[in-house]
Every structure is written in C-alpha cells, then in structure tokens.
C-alpha cells in the first residue's frame, strides 16, 4: 500500500511566505517523499515546498493526559496501602521507596522513587509530586 505517496500535480497544503499562512497548493515536482516544488492555489506562485506550520494556538497544556495516567495509577496502588502505616510527612525525614506518608495538605501517599539527594516522588491521590527529604 503505497497510496498515501503524494504525487505531482495533487493537492497539498503547504506553507506559502507570499500569502503568509498555510494554503493549498499543487505539487509541481516531487523529491523522494517529500513534495519539492509547489504551487500555491491563493497567489498562484511557485516555490519550494514548506511544511504547513502549527496553528499559532496557545500551548494547550497536554499535562491532562500525565494526571488521568497518574490518577488510574493511583486507583490501582490504592487498596494496597494501609493508612495506618503512614507516617507524617516531614522533610527531615528519610524515606524508602514503598512508604507511605501523610501529607498535611495532600493527604496519603506512596513513595515511588528517589529523584535525587534529599528528594522522592511520591505518588498522591491528585498526582506525582516531587517531596524534599532527608
Ligand atoms: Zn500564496
């Protein structure tokens, strides 16, 4: 299946410098996979291919995706924790990888890994945060 190759003379949409946004355009020649030279359809001029830029949004912030993943994370480790294991948080304290904790503001949470001196990553209901330690 090698449809999906563009060809010359199909439709593409591609950046145009003239029109100064993505258009649609014609291929006039094609390199290897790439389309080489174009026609922009709006100003009719030819030039070498551009890829279509991102639209300008604002950065959508992806780190929804991170929390549901987190979030399912801690669904499933939850019933393995016992609340009454915990100790209270406190940054002079050292921990190991499977404590647990309670957070004043964050409430139970499992230590997952050290991130590096004096820090662990510790999963809580809303999420992974990074805790100072001893
Ligand atoms: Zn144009």
Redesign the pocket.
């Known amino acids: 299946m090698e449809s999906t190759q563009p060809l010359s003379g199909d439709p593409i949409e591609a950046r ?1 410098t ?2 100064r946004k993505n ?1 649609d355009h014609i291929i006039i020649t094609m390199a290897e996979e790439e389309p080489l030279k174009v026609q ?1 359809n ?4 030819q030039h070498k291919y551009r890829p279509p830029t991102a639209a300008r949004k604002p950065a959508v912030r992806r780190a929804a995706n991170p929390q549901v993943a987190e979030r399912k994370e801690w669904e499933v480790l939850r019933p393995g924790m016992n609340g009454d294991k915990a100790t209270d948080y406190s940054m002079t304290e050292a921990y190991k990888v499977k404590a647990l904790i309670n957070h004043p503001v964050f409430g139970l949470g499992l230590v997952q890994r050290v991130v590096g001196p004096q820090k662990v990553e510790v999963l809580f209901e809303d999420g992974k945060k990074t805790m100072r330690c001893k």
């Open positions: 145009c003239k029109c258009t922009c709006t100003c009719s001029r």
